[in-house]
RNA sequence: GCUCAAGUGGCGGAAUUGGUAGACGCGUCGGAUUCAAAAUCCGAUUCUUCGGAGUGCGGGUUCGAUUCCCGCCUUGAGUACCA
């Protein structure tokens, strides 16, 4: 009997459905383990074998466990909302929700033939009204909450009512809006309703501020910094703008310092935690008042060198700083308005671009030093940025290059503030090995001590204190989208109010176009029925919308509701929670606390790398805020983290010479001008050879060669192959599709693997898919034969054994390390072994159907049960290794002269290290390579190698 | 510029506390089987002037370095005026 894969893994796929052989259970006595792919979104363009890459290693790694006894969670889901559908509705006028569900059923099939374990009762998709009710609600609690620093955690907004109601808001501690202003409990007693809701929106955790945004106008939305990528959008690489808009925001700065301490505690890689780490930004220094002449108002800088205080010979205000129009003298008004204009029209992109061009403007104002009092002129730069720290600093020249080189183009005085260090062609930007002169009080110091006693005299004149900044700044929250969450949020008097949980979820909307509308609203602004009723607690007609100017008693009660909708992360970041638990007990809370507490947090997640600041950080915000509010009993949501690496695609070209219809193999090219030209990679076979026939006959593109010559070397045109990302704009794409129908599932998941570490990037070449094909047909063949079963219950051979326990030792060093691809070469080295050995001992043929199972689980269930076994392998006992079976007697020892091996002695183990050299000197091999020198000296490590020296 | 990875045969890659560099697979070459082909099986395959040399380059530590240390080069990824 031979291989059939297609037959074998269609059985096994639908044993698998029809017994829930992988359902998760929420009550178990066993250990649990919760391993985690990133859900994937539902592309039209379906699966490309890079995709599975990281399932595929979820997956062993998964089964594995439950091989070894745990209670696992591998459950799998859709990130459904999302732009390309809407592009595509946009288009073509159908609703996203029908494309997302075509989608979505290509995928799951493509899923289910590669024989994944997921446990899909546990299905989650961001854009389903179940599942995104949950989303608005945790919204809702992020809007009643505020941040306390006190307590250092989030807490419900009535506590903060409390204090204000008692004693106003001088001692309150709290992560908020930077202009608030100090009121007494009497006053807040006194403020009317807006007025109370406008002042609580400054600290609450979402919240509706007028900020400086990212709008792309070609995708008509406000987009947050991870989804910008060297000044273009992320999708389709559009410019952006700023542009300030009234938006939703979440207040994540409150978590900067929690999240990067987190990351201490976590088993992530460094480069993800760095990458972390980077965007949080934090910088310990201080914050310093300048007071300007003749002027009441006041220039907070912040500095990380406060110990360079002596050193400041200038200031430079970003052009946007709300203070340039005030200070500047008439004199060089239009100077300044100039530059202003000059910079405002400079794209975000132009001006990271540019770097190197120094400009800027003098405003003819001074600032007082506070130490000195002597003036200190103050430009303004756009090497300034307005959104970090006060979008002011303190420039030292001779301590900060971009400062000197300000000073030096505009010819500002550069002092030295640093003793004995030449600053005549550049600053001196290093905190160490050096001392503070020309400084007053701080002469003679070093970094540590003068920034210390330059915060402290600051404090004491009251012009500066010690200060901490992050980079992070609070996360846009709002889209100008049709498909995404709908906020739960109607408008009074222009003050957003919730809508109480239990009328949730309010759903999506009828839209006549997915477009803005006319007037510049986002699409929710074109659905008639998108009103909220408070008073029968539904969404109603826009008709009935009333001022809420109108009297109360005259008032129907019905108000406008959001017409953003909110971003892509914000169904992803919560989704591992929702898995926790079952579909049916969705109902009442997003999980049950039982369910919460059993499963805890994600084990394992593995997925790629490009969500280091977007997802990544988001989740562990949203973690973070539901662990405060005791909603979850978690800090952190994924305790390890893997990246798989990308999987290229390799291009291949055909080349046309220039002015011509004439395309040319590779190796006639020599001199001639030609333009390469994509070919999708199924025309081109693995010796690189291009099909002309099936190219010419292409739907797409066929009719471009119909006429066109097609020069050959050797009788076969050859193409140029280059590695470059999969992407369909390169035709390098291959699907898993054909690859499952030739070779199989277990071949495909086996070869992905064997391609190398899990964790690097790789080009796909399938010519190697052939060798672990071949391994499977040898493995199939050691149990089954043309006759029939060749396993037997004739007792196994020493060297049965031996093969057997290495192997499991090997399998399973390299699962706990992740190791995949040494595993599959490991099988191999097993199956040569065994077949050699004629081994058909039932009692190492079956356990070594356990090792294989997580790698190739349909062949291995299907010999398992060839074996006589019931039911499935999944939950088979991992085989125990016995060291017992790898003892060896002798050992072929390594000889070597000066660290180079020259030849091998086979000695018996039990020798003593004088025995060993004894036995090695006296071998006629060693007396010939010494040609009658007398060696310095003889290393001799028992059981390991010898070395002669001399 | 900064941060983080990584450089090993024709190719993907292996070598898990410093101890036989190139496992395993692909490709290539030779052979068996076959009328022939596919499939299958067997053998060879780092380079070499046959002494040796050799893990990006140059040093160092060591009896011994792909592995540890110092300096450089190259490639990839991320980030970008962060005060």
Redesign the pocket.
Known sequence: MQYHFNTIEAKWQKYWAENQTFKASNTSEKPKYYVLDMFPYPSGAGLHVGHPLGYIASDIYARYKRHKGFNVLHPQGYDSFGLPAEQYAIQTGQHPAVTTETNIKTYRRQLDQIGFSFDWSREVRTSSPEYYKWTQWIFIQLFESWYNNESNKAEEISSLIAVFASEGNANVNAVCDDNIEVFTAEAWNNFNQKEQEEILLKYRLTYLAETEVNWCPALGTVLA??EI??GVSERGGHPVLRKKMTQWSMRISAYAERLLQGLDTIDW???LK??QR??I?K?V?ASVTFNVNNHEEVIE?????PDTIFGVSFMTL?PEHELVSQITTPEQKAEVDAYILATAKRSERD??A??KTISGAFTGAYAEHPFSKEPIPIWIG?????????????S?PCG?Q??YDFAKHFNIAIPNIFEGVDISEEAYAAKDNVKIANSDFLNGMNYKKASKRAIYDLEQLGQGEGKT?Y?LRDAVFSRQRYWGEPFPVYYVNGMPQMIDKAHLPITLPEVEKYLPTETGEPPLGRADVWAWDTVNNKVVSNDLVMSSEVETSQHNGVFPLELNTMPGWAGSSWYFFSYMEEKAKRGEDFASEDALNYWENVDLYIGG??H??GHLLYSRFWTKFLKDRAFVGVEEPFKKLINQGMILGTSAFIYREDGTNTYLSQGLIKDKKVAPIHVKVQYVN??DELDIESLKNDAEFGADYKDAEFLLENGVYKVGREVEKMSKSKYNVVSPDAICEQYGADSLRLYEM????L?????W?T??I???H??L??LWKLYVGENGLNVTDVAATKDNLKTLHKTIK?VE??IE?F?F??S??TF??AV?EL??QKCTSKEVLEPLLALVSPYAPHIAEELYSQLGNEGSIATVAFPKFDASHLVESSK?Y?I?F????RF?IELPMDLSKDEIEKAVMSNEKTIAQLEGRTPK?V?V?PG??V?I?G
């Open positions: 910094n991870d990528v060297n890689t460094d480069s760095e990458s980077n965007w930004g910088s220094g800088v912040f500095t990380t060198r970003a001006r990271m540019d770097v756009d090497y300034v940025l307005a959104g970090y720290g006060t979008g002011a600093v303190m030292v900060d971009r400062d900044n980079r790398s490009e280091a600041t693995a010796s064997f391609l190398g570490p964790e690097q990037a790789k080009p070449n010519a190697g052939t060798g672990v071949g391994f047909k040898k090997k060093e390299d390390n190791s691809n040494t599959v070469s191999m080295i040569n077949t050699a072929n390594p070597s000066n660290g180079k091996m091998t000296k290393i490590v390991k190698i070395n020296v």
